[in-house]
């Protein structure tokens, strides 16, 4: 795969109050190079297993589906502790997923609270197993399936105008707060 992609998606979760049981809204921005084209809905379970689901009918179902080069995701997990099959959403699909973190996750903090917190948790904490490490890429840290380091960095790169965050996930942060709580506020 090239690292020229131009048509990506970025998806992200709204906030949502520890006590929220059910669905989370997600939303996806989708972008053909700087230009946002397109906004794609849709719900997660929290803490379920549908993510990957989800975001696979999300993309495949929508107009852009055909276009679209690259997957980025707000953290491998929406909704809480449902977790993204990075590996399994690129074989459905085929196309590449690059989860982006600013920081490196507290991988100890996730594996207890995955284990000993959340249904299914062990197989959970499997997928985030083999998403792999999370490595250093153009100033923040990603897990990726289905494209080489050196696309995901240029991939990171090409996407981040204002700032380290790509600005899929960027815009989809932004959307995701000012739906769910009448104005957008912090930081991706």
């Known amino acids: 795969m090239s690292s020229s992609f131009s048509y990506v998606v970025g998806f992200d979760d709204f906030p ?11 939303v996806g921005a989708v972008y053909s190079g700087s230009r946002l084209e397109g906004v794609l809905g849709g719900r997660v379970r929290r803490d379920g297993a549908n993510s990957t689901q989800r975001i696979a009918q999300l993309v495949s179902g929508s107009k852009y589906g055909s276009s679209i080069q690259l997957i980025f995701l707000q953290g491998i997990a929406l909704g809480g502790f449902n977790v993204v099959d990075i590996h399994g959403l690129y074989e459905t699909l085929g196309v590449p997923v690059l989860v982006v ?7 100890d903090s996730v594996k207890a609270a995955l284990l000993t ?3 299914g948790g062990a197989r959970k904490w499997r997928l985030i197993e083999r998403a792999g490490e999370m490595e250093p890429a153009a100033g923040v840290w990603v897990q990726r399936a289905g494209i080489s380091l050196e696309d995901a960095t240029a991939a990171v790169t090409r996407f981040a105008i204002h700032g380290v965050i790509p600005e899929p996930l960027r815009t989809a942060h932004l959307i995701a707060g000012g739906v769910a709580t009448g104005q957008s506020r912090g930081r991706t």
């Not at 949502?16 to 997600?26: L, S």
């Open 101 to 107: 973190a600013r920081r490196l996750p507290r991988m």
């Open 16 to 26: 949502f109050v520890r006590a929220t049981r059910g669905d989370v809204p997600i």
């Open 117 to 119: 917190r959340v249904p």
